[in-house]
């Protein structure tokens, strides 16, 4: 494998040297581990941004069955998390910001599911049936948090889950910008006490038709950018758990380049 010719979505050496450090060493002992590391990852990007089934994944890579035990694996025991926001606060610390933001943008965008199943509903409002991506993110456009729940769950509570999920996080964080429909949440927002007081202020629509919305764009950004994988098109996976884990996939891959250009 380690003669095969590269694909665009595999890591070079140096965003390569930037994941590793983050990725469980093959335990001591026992039998060695049969597949490096960095092949199961490049496999997991593959997947990602050619949205092929598990089963379709190329032969030169690692068998489709081990890839996707290292990736149930790392998704339940936290690594994936972990490497999420470690490239974050680095590629953070690069640009010249603190690790940790002061100030963020809540979004959500709903997807179509497929026949995979697991929890999906009726968006009214976009006439989707399918599940519904929250989004909180940081000033430049990079995930702090991101729920998915069936599409029929509205957007003040998906921002309750998103609040919930930053409690004990993120301890600089004093302001969210938003756009007219968490209106409603200003005063639930106002008496969350995750680590200081955090205020809601939403961002209306500046005049009829298309024009970019102020600090909106932010995060709208970053749903383009998700775009780009094919796998996040739409929603295969059984779980939302899966569905967020490659979520994040995509934005280490995306700072992961950053982090060396």
Known sequence: MDTRKPYPSDLTDAQWAQVERFIPAPKSGGRPAKY???EIVDALLYLNRTGCQWRALPHDFPPWDSVYWYFRTWKEDGTLDRLHDELRGDLRQAEGHPRQPSAAIIDSRSVKTTERGGPKGY?????????????????LGLILVVIVQAADIQDD????????????????????????????????VAGFRPARPIRLEIVKREGPGFKVQRRRWVVERTIAWLGRCRRLSKDYEGTTGSSEAWAKLAMIHLMARRLVT
Do not use: C, N
Request: overall charge positive; cysteine-free.
């Open 157 to 188: 509570h998906g921002l309750k889950s998103v609040f919930e999920a930053i409690r004990g996080r993120f301890s600089r964080l004093k302001l969210v910008w938003a756009d007219g429909m968490y209106q409603p949440m200003a005063a639930w």
């Open 36 to 38: 490096p590391r960095r």
């Open 123 to 139: 968006d009214g409002g976009k006439g989707i049936t399918g599940r519904k991506r929250h989004l909180l993110v940081d000033t």
